[in-house]
């Protein structure tokens, strides 16, 4: 197997295994419920309900007050479309882990930034960042997933309970618990995030960067061992 063959198996078999999706998940749950409660009830990655909020901010409040939603939405699509070039541009493994860097770099800088920073210069980069991570890290084990927002991993997960229900196929039950992990991941970390809150206030995203920093750390570890032990048959 060549060197390029290695590193690509190696980048797909992280990327892709279920520690790194739940916890990626844990993530996406505790960013929204951060900038949910600390940021004008912003959604980073659901944007369902940022359009809904941004409809009904129009028409009670105009187009005055709606640079949060409207931004954040541009933000998220710009970090999807940004990440979609660059894989298809440079296709190197290490693509994967330095995409998670935009998310890490926002959250440590917001940690710093007081309440009283407008929102629309606070949640517009974390979308970024989000887009980016959904974008890039979008299966476990070869079934898709989203890590920033539940409502596509539950209809699939109902569909696989169904499929499992008649047909009895492993493999449907087998996704149907992926999905279950997946939500409950995500909840998890909504839950936590509102809990630290309570204590570490704004800098409760900080937990973010360390955890994300691990994962950058974990591949990019694991790929250069692969590279520096050649060649497996």
Same mark, same amino acid.
């Given at each position: ?8 198996? =190696? ?38 309900? /940022? ?11 105009? $187009? ?10 541009? $933000? ?55 887009? =980016?991570?959904?974008?890039? $890290? ?23 309970? /169904? ?22 991941? $995500? ?9 630290? @809150? ?26 250069? @061992?692969?590279? /520096? ?5």
């Amino acid at each position: 197997m060549s060197p390029i063959k290695v590193e690509e198996s =190696i980048k797909q078999k992280y990327a892709e295994s279920l520690l790194v999706g739940l916890t990626l998940a844990f993530c996406g749950g505790y960013i929204d419920a951060y900038t949910y409660v600390l940021r004008e009830h912003s959604l980073v990655a659901g944007q369902t309900g /940022n359009i809904v909020f941004l409809a009904v901010d129009i028409v009670s409040k105009g $187009f005055v007050l709606t640079e949060t939603r409207l931004f954040t939405l541009i $933000f998220f699509v710009l970090g999807i479309f940004t990440i979609s070039f660059i894989a298809e541009k440079f296709k190197s493994p290490y693509v994967k882990p330095f995409s998670l860097i935009p998310c890490i770099l926002a959250c440590l800088v917001i940690g710093f930034l007081p309440v009283s920073t407008p929102d629309y210069l606070v949640v517009p980069p974390l979308a970024f960042g989000v887009g =980016i991570q959904t974008t890039s $890290f979008s299966k476990i084990e070869g079934i898709p997933y989203n890590n920033s927002f539940l409502t596509g991993n539950v209809k699939k997960g109902m569909i696989a309970w /169904n499929g499992f229900f008649f047909s009895h196929s492993l493999d449907e039950k087998h996704a149907a618990l992926l999905y279950f992990e997946i939500t409950f991941s $995500f909840a998890l970390g909504a839950l936590v995030s509102a809990s630290l @809150q309570k204590v570490c206030g704004i800098k409760t995203i900080w937990l973010i960067v360390l955890i994300l920093s691990v994962i950058v750390w974990r591949y990019l570890y694991l790929l250069k @061992q692969r590279k /520096n032990n050649g060649p497996q048959k």
